[in-house]
């Protein structure tokens, strides 16, 4: 009987009522409807929660609950979020997800659906509750699974073991890890191999790092990676130092981890490309062919097929890049890219992701002044920069974020904007352009830090988002997950405008010239009918049809020329008032930079006048000490002279008593005379 009466055959609101029924959902449609049954996770039951009260209500009315009740507020959002959308919209949207969950959900219908019950004294069954837009459904049976106790679960602690574990979605969980703990650090390297997620390098304390730890995501058990010997190249056996670095990026390639570019103590001028061989446990520096790009640290590398797109960074004299290099991995050659278009202003601890493998997007980061929350696509075909309309909850400014991407989701955590760490998780949706909100933590916590890493594992064909490190005042050794649900592509959906906002400029004209065009053709006829009804002859009237014709196709294509030309001005208006507005935000946050740089500048100056000083002032000290050098050598020049007459004068007394010995006259007697 069941599958005679397939889901598929009835209209929209009997299937919708016996799916609102299978799924518990029953009684006044403004009451709290706690019956969605547990097979459902909670994010799908808060969203049939929404779409079942936007049906049968309409949009949500209610005000936002003032107390802080996690399962009141979270219903409410569910509702609300939806806006206008028509009641039979939602019921497909309720059918289809419903649907989606369980596909056999219809074969099972009359195990939850009751009967009308028959009044014994009145032989007539109860009515069927009716609600506001004349419907109506049997009642449900009570299930006594609530959504309220299934929302409440995720408030409490969750003791994890194993990402297998992770029961709730969108929402960051701190699982317990064993093993020894990495050193806390930030704008360290993270990329995932065979589920395990490897950490390379960092910042902690102002000292770059250069250990290699390896967290198993099976087990969540954190070990260290022993080295062997460092080689040069792939060639060469000869060992080099491993040098710690950080703000460097980390990217897996087969079963081999590379490391691109990055700060370190002592900067090589160009960027270095470093392999580690998983099996080998050994790094070596990869020889590469080309122009490498410029030393730098805080870029984007992103991986595109076979090939390393590199964008922007900070060099090591602190200069801000918007450079474009790509390095093929199979011929290990670099090409400097001179793109088209406008290009992302100089700046590095942005996020990047490929949409396609063929769109480059490019968001947030920061200067040495102010942070961004701009978005840019690259076509890595046509090589030309372009700067799309975003819509949804545009993330604020910032910088030093973390992305990974899940089909056509990028999700975005972490960052700080200069004054403190951004505490929401976003999402956007690569093919619409429409971003979400998908959680907002609270507190001092490390997803919202700055230079936190990111990696997405796979757990029984669902995704989960995996952070470590940051630093937000503190840093952070810590993993937090995060297992994202369907719901923020569905939200994304729902939000897509169907035309783009540049477009939809041009509506109020084009609605107008429909009007005119319509009045017009109304006002053409009449004339027709009125000269076909003054002229008696039948050839007249032709004519005059045929004058009348020929003249509405000449106003028509005069109308057409007319409309094409406006069309056309109303472009070339809109494309410049966004170059102005590029051009604007561009030298907004060029004199930014320049005053920046201007108090750089003037702090150096009053350096340099200081040492000026200092230098003055030993120059006079040593003109004094030249004076006494001087005075020094006179003097001892004359007590040469001094000492010189002194011994001649000895040696005259001492020869004339040997002459007056000689002549006889006695040593002691003297001549008066």
Known sequence: ??????????????????????????????????????????????????????????????????????????????????????????????????EEEDPAWYSRVPEFIVEPVVDVEMNNPKPESVIPNGNSFPEPKTISTEIDSLLETQDKDVVLDGLGSVGVYDQWVAPSVSG?????????????????????GGNHNGRYLSDLQVLDLKSLTWSKVELKAATESLESSSPVPLAPCAGHSLVSWGNKLLSIAGH?????????????????????????????????????????????????????????LNDLHILDLETMTWDEIDAVGVPP?????????????????????????????????????????????????????????????????????????????????????MSTLVWSVVTTVQGR????????????????????LVSFGGYNGRYSNEVHVLKPSHKSTLQSKMMERPVPTSV????????????????????QDGKIREIVVDNDSEAVNIKSEETGERHIATLKAEKEELEAALTKEQLQSLQLKQELSEAETRNTDLTKELQSVRGQLAAEQSRCFKLEVDVAELRQKLQTMETLQKEVELLQRQK???????????????????????AGTPPDQKTDS
């Open 180 to 200: 020894q703990r990495p050193k806390a650090r930030y704008s360290h390297g993270a990329a995932l191999v065979q589920d395990k997620m490897y950490i390379f």
């Open 345 to 429: 202003s100089p700046r590095s601890d942005h996020a990047a992701a490929v949409h396609a493998e063929r769109y480059l997007l490019i968001f947030g980061g920061g200067s040495h002044a102010t942070c961004f929350n701009d978005l840019h696509v690259l076509d890595l075909q046509s090589m030309e920069w372009s700067r799309p309309t975003q819509q949804g909850d545009i993330p604020s400014s910032r910088a030093g974020h973390a992305s990974v991407t899940v089909g056509e989701n990028w999700f975005i955590v972490g960052g700080g904007d200069n004054k403190s760490g951004v505490s929401e998780t976003v999402v956007l949706n």
């Open 264 to 320: 370190t103590k002592d900067p090589s001028e160009s960027v270095i490309v470093k392999e580690f061989d998983l099996q080998t446990c050994t790094w070596s520096n990869m020889k590469t062919y080309g122009k490498a790009p410029v030393s730098r640290g805080g870029q984007s590398v992103t991986l595109v097929g076979t090939s390393l797109v590199i964008f922007a960074g900070e060099d090591a004299k602190r200069s801000l």
């Open 640 to 662: 040469a002279a001094s000492e010189q007459a002194a011994l001649s004068a000895k040696q005259r007394q001492s020869s004339a008593g040997v002459w007056g010995w000689l």
């Open 445 to 464: 916590v490390p997803v919202a830090s700055e230079g936190l890493s990111l990696v997405v594992s796979s757990y029984n064909g669902e995704d989960i």
């Open 1 to 98: 009987m069941a599958m005679a009466r397939a889901s598929s055959g009835l209209a929209y609101p009997e299937r919708f009522y016996a799916a609102a029924s299978y799924a518990g959902f029953g009684g006044s449609p403004n009451s709290s409807n706690k019956g969605a049954i547990s097979r459902f996770e909670n994010d799908v039951a808060l969203l049939l929660f929404g779409l079942y009260q936007q049906a049968t209500v309409g949009p949500c009315t209610v005000a936002k609950p003032r107390a802080w009740n996690p399962v009141e507020h979270s219903k409410w959002q569910s509702w609300n979020g939806l806006g206008n959308m028509a009641s039979t919209e939602a019921m497909r949207l309720f059918v289809k997800i419903l």
């Open 504 to 523: 939809a400029d041009f509506h109020p004209t084009t609605n107008a010239m429909r009007d005119m065009e319509s009045e017009f053709d109304t006002v």
